[in-house]
């Protein structure tokens, strides 16, 4: 299992401007994850991040959007850019174990609204 | 059609009850199944993790897989108000990514 640090835990912006989450995990993971959210959906992954690899990206998600560092194998940011009401979510970091990475553990998320 | 299928909910029972949650699938090439459990203001926590067919006893919770019928349960016996939470089943081929279900809304009335 792992210990997972997500800040802000929530923030209001303003239509335009970006957010940076930072993710901390309290050991080494190879992988970590960035999820979305939203109301009635079911959790949609944003895109896998390696260290000292670029990100990969899921279908619909694009890096000039949603930018993503991956410094160390303990740490880990989304930023959330040129943001509009449509990006109002929750965005959950994870990182994975078990014999195929299925066994996700997730902090406890950023609640983002876009005014 | 969706890989996976939750009913929304919201479900509603009394303190006591055997509470049953399911979803089903779409492709038998899926293998593995998790039951996870979000608090609100919380992310979700892995609560069950089942490879193939059979059943996971784990305390009050079991979780069912019927891969014949591409249905997948989680029971919780004598159900308590701490219960009260969103349940989300996801499965995995391995080595991918998970699908998620939409999550079940569950609240326990003391």
């Known amino acids: 299992s792992a210990v997972i640090s997500q800040k802000p835990s929530r923030d209001i912006c303003q239509r335009g401007t970006s957010l940076t989450i930072q993710c901390q995990v309290d050991?080494?993971?190879?992988?970590m994850f960035w999820y979305r959210q939203q109301p009635g959906q079911s959790l949609t992954l944003i895109a896998t991040?390696?260290?000292?690899?670029?990100?990969?990206?899921e279908s619909g998600f694009v890096i000039d959007k949603f930018p993503i560092s991956r410094p160390n194998l303990t740490f880990s940011t989304l930023t959330v850019s040129n943001m509009s009401p449509e990006d109002s979510s929750i965005y959950l970091c994870?990182?994975?174990f078990g014999t195929g990475g299925e066994k996700l553990f997730f902090g406890s998320g950023t609640q983002l609204s876009v005014l | 059609q969706k890989e996976v299928e939750q009913d929304p909910g919201p479900l509603s029972v009394p303190e006591g009850a055997i509470v049953s949650l399911n979803c089903t699938y779409s492709n038998s090439a899926f293998q593995y199944f998790m039951w996870y459990r979000q608090y609100s203001r919380k992310g979700p926590e892995l609560l069950m993790y089942t490879y193939s067919s059979g059943n996971k006893e784990d305390g009050r919770f079991t979780a069912q897989v019927d891969k014949s019928s591409k249905y997948i349960s989680l029971f919780i016996r004598d159900s308590q108000p701490s219960d009260s939470a969103t349940y989300l089943c996801a499965i995995s081929r391995g080595n991918e990514k998970l699908t998620f279900g939409t999550g079940t809304r569950l609240t326990i009335i003391p």
């Open positions: 991040a390696n260290q000292g690899s670029e990100a990969t990206y």
């Open positions: 994870s990182v994975g």
């Open positions: 050991s080494q993971v190879t992988m």
